[in-house]
């Protein structure tokens, strides 16, 4: 199979929507964390945000267990099992009455979910390549990225007539919805001859096999600064605009916006991806990121913070660049690994997740009266990608 397959639009949108659960279960749960919290007997903000963060924790690790093992038994059976995964960790947020264990849970959704996440990836490279697979990863994040633009008025929308809990048992009703049209009409990308003889030990040749691509561990080493960065944002968006700002319940509306602006981007850069290149676009988009981020820094220095739509604009043109840079930095860490494609994609996704979780609770944490510290951290992060990008440059594997 060749990157010359003829893209079908059921393809793409099977692929988005197996994403897609995961952006549903992170983002439409924003307006409902004060709630939650309440509810179980957790006064600390800062703890609140862990209700976001820890879910990558069980994304990171999840997809180190089921990308080897769809390179051995198939892509399908993985998403079948981390489904199934997700419905237990979905079962213990909604009946429990600790907070430590809501914690559980959502590792455990996130375990589940990594699967679905990290195998539409490899399906996808298991048919295209290159610069042809970067512009169908742009296409099926811009349809991805459609989840986080409605998400959190969905979950007000819920949380309004059904409480929090509602939230989760939607999830899972569109997961089930989705999981059932994948089984009934996706075929397998993985064919037979390719699979490689399940042992213990293609956990480690597998990951040996990653670390000898240079550029590849460069590429994943920037989406973890990225990821990190935007997972800031994810988890504090909520306490930024709704404490901070105090706009209410305007917070939805305002976070589809920033959510739409990577949204077109993505799109945008399906369209210009074939003719400038995956890493052009990604590096001028990086460096972009680094300088927005250095001027809020400078501008806004005292740690107040400035008019809405001044803040707001920031927010968009940031999050502009953000979209340029996800699934190029995707498509230039798997380019080479087009035979570990299911490991390729599972370290890819843990190293990024892992590093980008403590980046989130550590930035997290200093936001309380200001956003400052969100754009001192894009500002730190970006400035290591762009210098990332400048190694890479020189290196060829």
């Not at 920031?314 to 996800?326: E, H, K, R, T």
């Not at 997290?364 to 970006?382: C, Q, W, Y």
Request: proline share 4%.
């Amino acid at each position: 199979m060749q990157k010359t397959t003829p893209v079908k639009v059921e393809f793409i949108a099977l692929m988005a929507l197996l994403m897609s659960i995961v952006a549903l279960s992170i983002d439409a749960l924003l307006p409902a964390l004060p709630q939650i919290g309440n509810a179980l007997g957790e006064d600390d903000l800062s703890k609140h945000q862990q209700l976001i963060t820890m879910i990558f924790l069980g994304l990171g690790f999840g997809q180190l267990i089921f990308g080897p093992l769809s390179d051995s038994f198939g892509r399908k059976p993985m998403v079948y099992i981390g489904f199934t995964i997700f419905i237990i960790g979905s079962i213990i947020c909604v009946n429990t009455a600790s907070f430590e264990i809501m914690i559980l849970g959502r590792i455990l959704q996130g375990i589940g979910l990594s699967s679905p996440r990290t195998i539409s990836i490899a399906m996808i490279r298991d048919l295209y390549c290159g610069d042809h697979m970067a512009k169908l990863l742009s296409i099926v994040v811009m349809f991805f990225i459609l989840i986080p633009i409605v998400a959190p008025s969905l979950g007000q929308f819920i949380l309004n007539y059904s409480g929090w809990q509602g939230i989760f048992n939607f999830n899972l009703i569109f997961g089930l919805i989705i999981i059932t049209w994948f089984w009934l009409r996706q075929p397998e990308t993985l064919i037979n001859e390719k699979r490689i003889p399940f042992k213990w030990s293609i956990f480690i040749t597998g990951t040996k096999a990653f670390f000898k691509y240079k550029r590849a561990v460069i590429f994943t080493i920037i989406s973890g600064f990225i990821t990190g960065s935007f997972m800031v944002y994810l988890s504090t968006s909520q306490h930024i605009f709704q404490v901070q700002y105090q706009l209410g319940d305007m917070f939805p509306y305002i976070f589809a916006s920033t959510a739409f602006a990577v949204g077109f981007a993505t799109f945008s850069n399906s369209q210009l991806v074939m003719r400038f290149g995956s890493f052009n676009i990604a590096f001028y988009a990086a460096i972009a990121y680094f300088l927005i981020s250095l001027l809020y820094v400078i501008l806004f220095c005292s740690g107040e913070n400035p008019h809405l739509y001044v803040i707001l604009g920031f927010f968009l043109i940031q999050f502009f660049a953000v979209g340029f840079l996800f699934g190029n930095l995707r498509s230039l860490a798997m380019q080479p690994l087009g035979h570990i494609a299911g490991i390729g994609a599972a370290i890819n996704g843990f190293i990024s997740t892992i590093m980008a979780v403590p980046i989130a609770n550590y930035i997290g944490s200093f936001v309380t009266t200001s956003a400052l510290p969100l754009f001192i951290g894009f500002t730190i992060f970006g400035l290591l990608s762009v210098i990332l990008f400048l190694i890479a440059k020189r290196l060829t594997d």
